[in-house]
């Protein structure tokens, strides 16, 4: 390899002094190599950390790199080192006086960067004010030389069989799609998904917790003509897995792209699914850019879950990148999920996004289970047990439900006691060392700090000398040990904390499940997993301090209710929280737009999100702060901050919708300014993040 490149730069060597000549008037370029004989200028995009240098820098081509085409992955030097780039496109001249230096080299001729990824790319780190860079980063895996040959031997042998005609395409079944009946406007959606050419239809589809979305998300695939590629993002693997059954079960083709994917699979999916060889691709957030041939559906499952979120800069939200691809690919974009999110709604008030709800053909108790809420009426009538934790009423569902099935009981905190506070004073218990808040990890366990690990063996209060504490908060561990001894005969599963979510699999009839929100296994069939469940503690996820508690805790409480079968089969929930509060009660209602829409009047008085536009900046006090005097802010911004963040500080900048694009200027052309003189810290920046209020 070496000795072939020695021989080819020779060659070069003795073209160069004729290249040179005979393109000296468009391109001028460093000595030494032959030119390229067509377009021998290239515009990369430099996958540097830098954000000043964050746009197009133009390389010579050799003669060597000709097949360097737009999107390829190339080698450039680039501020003294070598880094990434890609090839944006081609010119016949240049665009600057400077001597342009040499494409190093071509890493593969396999133009894996397409003009829609790059548009998308473009635009979401627009909204996120970070570097496009970063984004295709994000987008565009690492080459892996094995995977791309085996590949490219794949897709040889796929053109071999075409040509000898396709007999081998096996007929599958028709795929039940009685279930988008159930729903206005869904089928006339699909119908614009399936056809190239506007209008782009894009929708939230709420759903009834009856139908499973795998079903539904694989009925509305099944719509679409054959030559129409399907891409759905779902938060965490589990619901990835969850709609793999459903599309195994109708016989539909479909790649995965999986976060925790190895650098081989990862990229020999990426690869298949350019090369047309799948037309379905389904994953979790580092799916959200596959590059989909001929995209006519974009699914996004659940897109207020915070798994959806990016944690790697410019720390994106699944809805930004799905908007943006949906608009650089001519995609139908299609929410999905058991409850409305607040930046959804913004949309479908603004006439972007169409509501579908469900349509009222079959009766309520066939759609949904039964659902009661733990009120006064409820406490009163039990007397003083009905006032626990735990009450009666909860334990009797919870039997009647074992009887016939499986039970679900939610509860918001992991861990033991996660939180204690002195009997005789009423103080929280704290870190003697960090002064976070400290947790009984078990029953005759120490107290224990989660943030730094300092253990307590004897505890004295430092208020009052007190040395007995009691419960402040009950985690999902203790309330399984007590349902344990209430309900001996159950098989007790324990799904979600530090030994993260069980797997789904068979819930036989007298299964009890002690979860917390999100982590709950399904059955075999996802919807109607459970005959009962108990959200228990709802007051304490609705005490969350986040702006957002209500949305988040109605999204958690809503996809729980969709694992429990109708009432029709049975199927009861019990909500044990304060049942005068609107997010509590809105679970009454048949759909969660009512209750959305409520917040979202208050969230507009307020100036909060989605009514707002809020950036967080985190970092070194002084560097957040003289982020923010730098900071060429639109008139009438609030800046709130910056304040100690743990360990760090932080800063909110907060404007108007209007002023949004104003502010993501600002703050890019800030952290650019920083970058060009090194200054010392860096800021990160998140736009929208969540839980900022
Ligand atoms: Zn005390
Ligand atoms: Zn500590």
Not at 92 to 112: N, W, Y
Not at 281 to 294: C, D, E, K, T, Y
Not at 334 to 359: E, F, T
Request: net charge positive.
């Amino acid at each position: 390899m070496a000795r072939a490149e020695k021989a080819a730069a020779q060659q070069q060597r003795a073209d160069a002094a004729q290249g040179e000549a005979s393109r000296a008037q468009q391109v001028r370029t460093d000595a030494g190599f032959a030119l390229a004989q067509s377009e021998p200028v290239a515009q990369v995009l430099v996958l540097g950390r830098l954000a000043h240098l964050d746009r197009l820098f133009e390389y010579a081509v050799p003669q060597k790199w000709q097949a360097a085409a737009p999107g390829c992955r190339v080698k450039v030097r680039f501020a003294g080192r070598e880094c990434d780039g890609f090839v944006v496109s081609r010119s016949e001249s240049a665009q600057t006086e400077r001597r342009l230096a040499p494409l190093q080299r071509l890493v593969s001729e396999v133009p894996v960067l397409s003009p829609q990824v790059l548009a998308a790319c473009r635009e979401i780190a627009e909204r996120s004010a970070g570097t496009v860079a970063d984004v295709v980063r994000l987008a565009v895996p690492p080459r892996h030389a094995r995977a791309e040959k085996a590949v490219l031997a794949e897709a040889a042998e796929r053109q071999g069989e075409s040509s000898t005609g396709d007999a081998g395409a096996a007929s599958a079944p028709p795929v039940a799609d009685g279930i988008l009946d159930h729903y206005a406007g869904l089928r006339a959606f699909l119908s614009y998904a399936g056809q190239e050419g506007p209008p782009v239809p894009r929708a939230a589809l709420t759903l009834q917790p009856v139908d499973g979305w795998p079903e539904v998300v694989t009925a509305a695939i099944a719509q679409l003509p054959a030559e129409r590629g399907a891409l759905v993002v779902a938060p965490d693997t589990r619901d990835v897995t969850r709609l793999a059954a459903a599309l195994d079960g109708a016989g539909i083709a479909y790649a995965t792209l999986l976060a925790a994917d190895g650098p081989e699979k990862r990229f020999k999916t990426f690869l298949r699914v350019l090369l047309g060889h799948v037309r379905v691709v389904i994953g979790n957030r580092s799916a959200a850019l596959a590059p989909v041939q001929n995209l006519g559906l974009l699914v996004l499952f659940d897109d207020a879950d915070d798994l959806h979120r990016e944690p790697r800069a410019p720390y994106p939200s699944a809805l930004t990148t799905a908007l943006a691809y949906s608009r650089s690919t001519g995609a139908g974009l299609l929410l999905v999920g058991y409850s409305l999110s607040q930046p959804a709604l913004r949309l479908a008030d603004a006439g972007y996004l169409k509501l579908l709800s469900p349509l009222p053909d079959r009766p309520r108790t066939e759609v949904q289970p039964h659902i009661e809420l733990m009120d006064d009426y409820l406490r009163e009538r039990e007397g003083p047990s009905g006032h626990s934790r735990l009450p009666s009423r909860a334990l009797a569902v919870i039997r009647k439900g074992l009887a016939d099935g499986a039970v679900l009981v939610q509860v918001p905190l992991s861990g033991y006691l996660p939180a204690v506070a002195c009997v005789r004073c009423g103080e929280r218990a704290l870190c003697p060392a960090c002064h976070s808040t400290l947790s009984l990890p078990g029953r005759n366990r120490s107290l224990s700090c989660r943030v730094c690990g300092q253990l307590v063996e004897r505890f004295e209060c430092p208020f009052c000398h007190g040395d007995r504490l009691r419960a402040l908060s009950t985690g999902s561990a203790r309330t399984a040990d007590e349902l344990r001894r209430a309900f001996p005969q159950a098989k007790l599963l324990l799904s979600g904390g530090a030994d993260g979510p069980l797997p789904d699999g068979e819930l036989a009839a007298g299964t009890l499940v002690v979860s917390t929100p999100g982590a709950e296994p399904a059955g075999l069939r996802v919807a109607g997993s459970y005959r009962a469940a108990v959200l228990l503690d709802g007051d304490a996820l609705l005490g969350r301090g986040s702006f957002d508690a209500d949305v988040e805790a109605v999204r958690r409480w809503r996809n729980a209710i969709s694992l429990v079968c109708p009432a029709a089969r049975g199927g009861r929930v019990l909500v044990v929280a304060n049942a005068e509060l609107p997010p509590v009660k809105s679970l009454l209602l048949a759909d969660s737009l009512r209750f959305a829409r409520t917040v979202a009047k208050t969230r507009q008085e307020l100036a909060l999100p989605p009514y707002a536009v809020a950036a967080e900046l985190t970092g070194e006090q002084s560097a957040v702060a003289e982020f923010v005097r730098e900071c060429e802010l639109p008139e009438g911004a609030d800046v709130l901050g910056p304040v100690p963040y743990g360990e760090e500080y932080r800063a909110v900048l907060r404007v108007s919708p209007a002023q949004a694009p104003a502010l993501l200027a600002a703050l890019r052309a800030t952290t650019a300014a920083r970058s060009a003189r090194k200054a010392k810290h860096t800021v990160r920046v998140r736009v929208d993040p969540p839980e900022v209020f």
